[in-house]
């Protein structure tokens, strides 16, 4: 509900406070008064595309502010929570615009754009009038509301599911066509590949093994001659058999020598011991430097091979192994594409066919919904005394999409026998707020939270018709907010608060001002609306009457 209206220096409003509340707000005055100012200015807060110069003339800057009560499910919550704002019971828009131009607007005192003002307005205030392409005039809207008339949730939220699984298969089947044929361009590249990389095995790790192992066989040549040189001055014929025959010298005399030769003899027994450690060692190196030369052939040959590989599939040797096993998963799904493009095939048969039976049911919901919308619209289109008009809501194929494949027209045909078009083309403007009027009374059952505001629905009506219009706006306004802006005194009183706007000359300004209305001033108003500039009695009891009635 919007609660408070604050604008200040706005075309010719200095400064206006207005304080709506429930029910149906009512505004009045002569034409030009500046009551089209303050829905000018609602829609500048709200975000709304409006005139370019709003500013008024001298001020530096125009500002409005309003203030909006939000219930706990409201579904402007939604808009704050996905646009980061906070979100409370109390909503107040704030915008600013400066005489050079720019724009400025704060949501509960954080700064917003004009896109999250717009979002919020399409879920705070609906605005109907003769010129309005974002109500009920606007096709793109119908479905949704002929929808909100039927009630068909459950069947709607099964379309959407239908669409959600016809659209994954679909994503599948493609998926994997466009995978096989990938495959199938580059079946042979792929089957003599994994051949030639299955026939050598590459394991990772062997390149660099196979590397050292070549090196060192390529060194032992080199080095094999210098050990076996070695290894042989540490034998019996070089630094062993020395040793041994110092040995028996020198045990030779040592019962002669005594202790003298201890010691040396010790040392010498440590001597061979170490001695025969080493050129056991040697020997060892001398084995291990033995090798077939068909061993250094064979090992280069599979170096050079795992080494070409890798260069030709641009990656590292040790990745061979791995880039193989993906190579043979791309051939394994092409083997079992076919197999599996048949079970995709049929996933999707299915998936179409669950779209359609689900689509073909929302369809004659709104079939059934539209009748009884037609034939409850035709109902109040009677005291609106146009009972020879008539409406018609068309449904026609539509695109398939996650709400269904059909396309929701309001169409009206003013006469019997002439034909039937849409709302904004077909009817007058009268007719037009009237016809507005009855379909708005139709659905509002299906509304929430929104403030309707009705910008002078009844223009060109007048006496009975006048007054149905008025106790109809009055029964949208017992389980809301209406506001309304009009000429009709019919209107005017019935509404439940009054405020008449008024434009004034001061000291060479003209400044429009805002003023509720009590009961005896409100008698005289509806008396002005009534006869003119000059009020009667007579024009005052008609006034009372038409309150009292």
């Known amino acids: 509900m919007l609660r408070a209206l604050e604008i200040r220096d706005m075309l010719i409003i200095d400064r206006l406070e207005l304080e709506l509340r429930p029910g149906l707000n009512v505004l009045t005055g002569e034409t030009g008064a500046g009551k089209s100012i303050l829905l ?41 929570q996905d646009a980061g704002l906070p979100a409370g019971d109390e909503l107040i828009l704030r915008r600013i615009n400066t005489s050079d131009g ?57 379309v959407r599911r239908a669409w959600t699984g016809l659209t994954d298969a679909r994503k599948a089947l493609t998926a994997l066509q466009e995978e096989v044929a990938a495959a199938r361009a580059e ?98 190196v001398l084995h291990s430097l033995e090798f077939n030369p068909a061993d250094l052939e064979e090992a280069e040959e599979r170096l050079f091979a795992i080494r070409a590989l890798a260069r030709k599939h641009g990656v590292a040797p040790d990745d061979l192994n791995g880039f193989a096993e993906g190579l043979r998963t791309r051939l394994a799904a092409l083997d079992a594409g076919d197999a599996e493009l048949g079970t995709l095939e049929q996933a999707l048969r299915d998936a179409q066919a669950a779209y359609d039976t689900a689509a073909a049911a929302l369809s004659l919901a709104r079939a059934k919904a539209a009748t009884r919308l037609d034939k409850a619209v035709m109902a109040e289109l009677a005291p609106l005394k146009m009972d020879r008009a008539a409406f018609e809501t068309l449904i026609d194929p539509a695109d398939p999409g996650p709400d269904g494949r059909d396309m929701v027209t309001f169409t009206v045909a003013t006469n019997p026998g002439a034909p039937a078009g849409p709302l904004g083309k077909i009817a007058s403007g009268g007719e037009l707020s009237r016809f507005l009027l009855a379909l708005k009374v139709c659905l509002t059952g299906t509304e929430s939270g929104r403030t309707l505001i009705f910008d002078e629905i009844d223009r060109g009506v007048g006496g009975a018709t006048a007054d149905a219009v008025g106790r109809r706006l009055a029964d949208l306004a017992r389980t809301g907010q209406v506001l309304v802006v009009t000429h009709s005194p019919q209107v005017a009183a019935r509404g439940a608060h009054h405020w ?15 003023t509720p209305l009590p009961a005896p001033e409100r008698v005289d108003e509806i008396a002005r609306m009534l006869a003119g500039d000059t009020v009667t009695e007579e024009a005052r009891a008609a006034a009372r009457a038409l309150l009292e009635a």
Do not use: C
Not at 68 to 78: D, G, I, T, V
Not at 196 to 203: I, K, N, R, T, V
Not at 223 to 235: N, V, Y
């Open 40 to 80: 000018d200015s609602l829609g500048f807060v709200l975000g709304w595309r409006g005139r370019a110069e709003l500013v008024r003339q001298g001020a530096e800057q125009g500002e409005v502010v309003a203030v909006f009560e939000l219930p706990a499910a409201h579904p402007a919550r939604a808009v704050l």
């Open 187 to 284: 079946e042979d590249f792929l089957r003599h590949a994994v051949a030639e990389l299955d026939g050598l095995d590459p394991q990772p790790g062997e390149e660099a093994s196979l590397d050292t192992r070549r090196r060192r066989m390529q060194g032992a040549e080199r080095i094999r001659d210098d050990i076996a040189r070695a290894h042989q001055l540490l034998g019996p014929e070089a630094a062993e058999g020395a040793l041994g025959d110092a040995a028996r010298w020198l045990d030779g005399v040592m019962d002669q020598a005594g202790e003298a030769l201890t010691a040396p003899m010790a040392a010498l027994s440590r001597a061979l011991v170490e001695l025969g450690e080493a050129q056991a060692g040697v020997e060892d």
């Open 500 to 514: 008449r706007v008024e434009k004034r000359v001061r000291q060479g300004v003209t400044l429009s001002t805002v």
């Open 102 to 158: 720019r724009k400025t607007a704060w949501i509960n005192d954080r700064r917003a754009s004009g896109e999250v003002l717009r979002a919020l307005s399409d879920v705070l205030v609906e605005l109907h009038g003769q010129h309005d392409d974002r109500g009920l005039l606007n096709p793109r809207g119908h479905r949704a509301l002929l929808d909100a008339f039927g009630g068909y949730g459950a069947t709607q939220t099964l």
